[in-house]
């Protein structure tokens, strides 16, 4: 019997090109249901209904599990990745040196997802999306 069930939330910006990318690649292999993709972009969208800060959401990628426990950074993306069958990728990225070199590179991406997303205007300033609720 198919799960219809999400197992995690995953909250995404949907005007991030690469972000957007990455999800639609989840949803296609995502064939137990398993995922849920709430877009952080979207007009209506109210992070202060999550306890969070549109900034928050914003500032690293973050997640749900059913059971209302919260996730952000790489830790969501090895929930999504076991979520869609690739365990096996998962467990190479809990291997001493690539767990501490993988949470740098997402740490420096999520600084910068805005510039290198062509977000910013041409004099360097990046601006968060003014849909700020809380």
């Not at 992070?47 to 749900?64: H, L, N, P, V, W």
């Not at 096996?88 to 997303?117: E, K, S």
């Amino acid at each position: 019997m198919t799960q219809n069930h999400w197992q995690i939330e995953v909250f995404f910006d949907g005007d991030c090109p690469l972000c957007r990318r990455e999800i639609e690649m989840l949803r296609r292999r995502d064939r137990q249901g398993h995922i849920r993709c709430t877009d952080i972009a979207a007009e209506g969208f109210d992070a202060t209904a999550y306890g969070r800060t549109q900034g928050e959401f914003m500032d690293r990628i973050q997640a749900r599990l059913a059971d209302g426990r919260w996730l952000e950074g790489v830790e969501v993306f090895r929930h999504l990745y076991t979520s869609i069958g690739f365990g096996w990728l998962v467990a190479l990225t809990r291997l001493p040196g690539v767990t501490q070199l993988l949470d740098w590179a997402y740490d420096t991406f999520a600084r910068n997802r805005l510039r290198l997303t062509g977000r910013c205007d041409p004099d360097g300033a990046c601006r968060v999306p003014s849909a700020e609720h809380g």
